[in-house]
C-alpha cells in the first residue's frame, strides 16, 4: 500500500512538472520581498491601526488596506462583487468592577475582576447572576467515548458551579497511553471545557489557570479575557452556554481546596487518572456580571486569483488580521500592536499575492486570499466562513495558513503544526528538501496549538488544512536559543501591548517560509487530485463524505 500511495505522489509531481513547462516546482521564481513585507509589517503594527480590534476603527483602517493592496495587485472580489464578508457579531463589555465571591467552611472570600478572576457571560444579556452556586470539581471535565474516559459520570451538575482543569491526563501523566501523551487534544483546550459544562447544564464554569497546562501566564488571561469580548450572533441569544465562563488562578483555587480539607495538589493529580470521581468543594460561588451590549458587522477580506485551467477549484491562503485593541485602563502603553500576531502573516498573505501576479507560472486551480476577523476572539471569523463558506468546500483542495511569522533569521527547518496529521505534508517535505531544510513537527504539542488557529475552523468542517511556521534550528545560534526565544515571547509580548515591531527582526527565515507555502499552493494549484487527511485523523469522515458524487450518495 506505502509503494502504491509512493508512486501516486510521484505521478502527482510529475504532473507538476509538466504544467511547469517542464520546471520542477522547487526551481519556480518566487518573488517575496523582505524590504515590502517589513513595511507591511509597520504599517499595520503601527499605533495608527490601535490594535486592530474588531468592530473598531483600527478594524476599519485594516480592512481598507488590505482591500487597497488586493486592488493594487489585480485582484479580483473574493465574495461577488465585494472583498468584505460581513460576520456578524455581538460585542459585549463586563463591568471591570465585578467581584466573585465564595464561601466555604472557612469562611467567605472576594476575588477581583482581573488579577484574581476572569469572566464574562456568552448569553446576550445586560446582566447575568449565580447566586449561592455549588462548587463541584469534575477533573479535566472531559467526556470522551473513544478514550473510555468522563469525568461527569455519576454526578449531577445542573445549576451548579463546576471547576475543571486546563490541558488533559494525557499532558499530566505523560503517559503515551492516555490520550494522545504529551500533545493536546481538542479535549485540553479550554474552549471544549466551557463547551461540554454547558452540555452538562452547569450554570458557571471555572477553569483553574496553571501557566504550564495553559501554556501561558495569568497576565495572557488578564490580557485577552478584559475590555470587549466577541461571539457569533446566534438565534438564541447564546443561551445554551452557561451563565458564566470564568477563569481563576490555581492558588486561589488551592485555598478553596484546602478550606474544604482536600489537597490540592494530590487530587488535581487523582484527576489525571481512571480512578477519580467527581465531588463537591463544600462551597458555593456568587457572581453578577454586568454588560454593554454591541452589535457589530467585522469583516473577513477575500480577493481571488482566478485559476487557468480549473478556476472553479480553490486553494485558501490565510491569515487572521485582527487583534486586541487598545485599553485605556493600562497606564503606559495602552495598544496591544500585535505585529507578531498577527501583523506578520497578514504582511505574508500580500506578499504571496505578490508572488503569484508576479509569478511567470499562473496558478491552474484558483487562489483565495482570506484575512478572517476575530481569531483573538475564539476562531469566529474563520468558524463563520467555515460554516458559510464562499466557495463549496468539496470545491476547496486545501486551507493554508499563516499566524505568527518567524522573525528570528534562516533556519536549517520548518515547523509544522499537527504534522502527520493529512497528505499535505507530502508537499511540505518534498519542497523543503529543495531549499536543503527539513520538516519539523510541532516542538510544544502540549500547546494545542493546532486548535488555536484558523485552520482549525476549516479542519472541522472536513478540508484538509496546513499551519507551516517558523523553524526552531537557527542556522549560526541553534535550536535551543530558538526555544529560548519563543519562551521569552509567551512569557513577556504574546498578548501583550510589548508585541511591537522591533528593528533587531530578521525576516530572512519568514521570506524563506513564504517562499515554501508558495510553491505548495502553486502545485496544489497544478493538479486535479484532492489531498486528504491520513487514515484514523478525527477529519477523515467529513471529507470523505463531501468527496461522494452526488449521484452516488
Known amino acids: 500500500m506505502k509503494k502504491i500511495l509512493g508512486l501516486m505522489f510521484v505521478a502527482a509531481v510529475v504532473l507538476t512538472y509538466f504544467v511547469y513547462d517542464k520546471v520542477p516546482p522547487h526551481k519556480v521564481a518566487v518573488n517575496i520581498d523582505e524590504a515590502r513585507l517589513t513595511e507591511n509589517i509597520k504599517i499595520l503594527a503601527s499605533d495608527e491601526f490601535e490594535g486592530r480590534a474588531p468592530g473598531s476603527a483600527g478594524e476599519e483602517k485594516t480592512i481598507t488596506f488590505l482591500k487597497a493592496e488586493f486592488e493594487k495587485l489585480g485582484l479580483k472580489p473574493g465574495n461577488g462583487d465585494s472583498y468584505f464578508q460581513g460576520v456578524n457579531m455581538v460585542e459585549m463589555t463586563a463591568n471591570p468592577d465585578a467581584m466573585m465571591h465564595i464561601e466555604t467552611p472557612a469562611g467567605k472570600t472576594g476575588l477581583a475582576y482581573g488579577p484574581e478572576f476572569m469572566g464574562w457571560t456568552p448569553r446576550v444579556m445586560e446582566a447575568v447572576s449565580v447566586t449561592d452556586s455549588e462548587m463541584i470539581f469534575v477533573g479535566y471535565g472531559i467526556v470522551a467515548p473513544e478514550y473510555d474516559w468522563n469525568d461527569y459520570a455519576g454526578v449531577d451538575v445542573k445549576g451548579k458551579t463546576v471547576v475543571v482543569m486546563v490541558n488533559d491526563p494525557g499532558y499530566a501523566t505523560q503517559d503515551a497511553k492516555l490520550f494522545t501523551g504529551n500533545a493536546m487534544t481538542y479535549y485540553g483546550r479550554w474552549t471544549y471545557k466551557y463547551e461540554e459544562a454547558a452540555r452538562q447544564g452547569a450554570a458557571a464554569v471555572i477553569i483553574i489557570h496553571e501557566t504550564k497546562p495553559a501554556s501561558y501566564p495569568w497576565a495572557v488571561v488578564e490580557g485577552s479575557w478584559s475590555g470587549p469580548k466577541f461571539s457569533l450572533e446566534s438565534p438564541d441569544g447564546n443561551m445554551s452556554s452557561a451563565k458564566v465562563e470564568a477563569w481563576v488562578p490555581g492558588a486561589e483555587i488551592a485555598k478553596v481546596f484546602a478550606a474544604a480539607e482536600y489537597d490540592y495538589a494530590k487530587e488535581t493529580a487523582k484527576a489525571a487518572t481512571r480512578a477519580f470521581k467527581p465531588f463537591s468543594l463544600k462551597a458555593k460561588m ?22 487557468d485551467t480549473r478556476p472553479d477549484e480553490y486553494v485558501i491562503h490565510m491569515s487572521h488580521w485582527d487583534h486586541l485593541g ?29 508572488a503569484y501576479l508576479s509569478g511567470a507560472h499562473k496558478p491552474g486551480r484558483s487562489i483565495m486570499f482570506m484575512a478572517v476577523t476575530a481569531e483573538e476572539q475564539g476562531l469566529l471569523g474563520s468558524s463563520y466562513y467555515g460554516k458559510n463558506p464562499i466557495v463549496p468546500l468539496n470545491k476547496t483542495v486545501a486551507a493554508l ?4 511569522l518567524s522573525s528570528l533569521g534562516k533556519t536549517h527547518d520548518v515547523t509544522v503544526i499537527g504534522y502527520g496529521n493529512s497528505e499535505l505534508d507530502d508537499y511540505v517535505d518534498s519542497l523543503v528538501r529543495k531549499q536543503k531544510r527539513v520538516a519539523m513537527p510541532d516542538p510544544t504539542p502540549e500547546h494545542g496549538s493546532f486548535y488555536r488557529s484558523d485552520h482549525f475552523s476549516l479542519s472541522k468542517e472536513g478540508v484538509p488544512a496546513l499551519y507551516v511556521g517558523g523553524g526552531l534550528n537557527h542556522i549560526e545560534k541553534g535550536r535551543e536559543w530558538s526555544l529560548a526565544q519563543m519562551e521569552e515571547y509567551s512569557a513577556n509580548r504574546y498578548h501583550k501591548p510589548a508585541d511591537e ?53
Open 326 to 354: 487598545k485599553d485605556t485602563s493600562l497606564e503606559g502603553d495602552q495598544i496591544y500592536n500585535g505585529a507578531a500576531d498577527n501583523a506578520s502573516g497578514t504582511a505574508g498573505l500580500i506578499e504571496l499575492a505578490n
Open 501 to 553: 515591531y522591533d528593528e533587531s527582526w530578521d525576516l530572512s527565515g519568514a521570506v524563506q517560509d513564504l517562499e515554501l507555502v508558495y510553491k505548495i499552493g502553486l502545485q496544489l494549484s497544478h493538479e486535479d487530485t484532492f489531498p486528504n487527511w491520513r487514515e484514523g485523523n478525527e477529519f477523515k469522515a467529513k471529507r470523505d463524505a463531501m468527496m461522494v458524487p452526488a449521484a452516488l450518495k
Open 401 to 404: 495558513n499563516m499566524d505568527v
Open 286 to 307: 456568587s457572581v453578577a456580571m454586568e454588560n454593554k451590549i454591541r452589535r457589530v458587522v467585522s469583516q473577513n477580506v477575500v480577493a481571488i486569483l482566478p485559476g
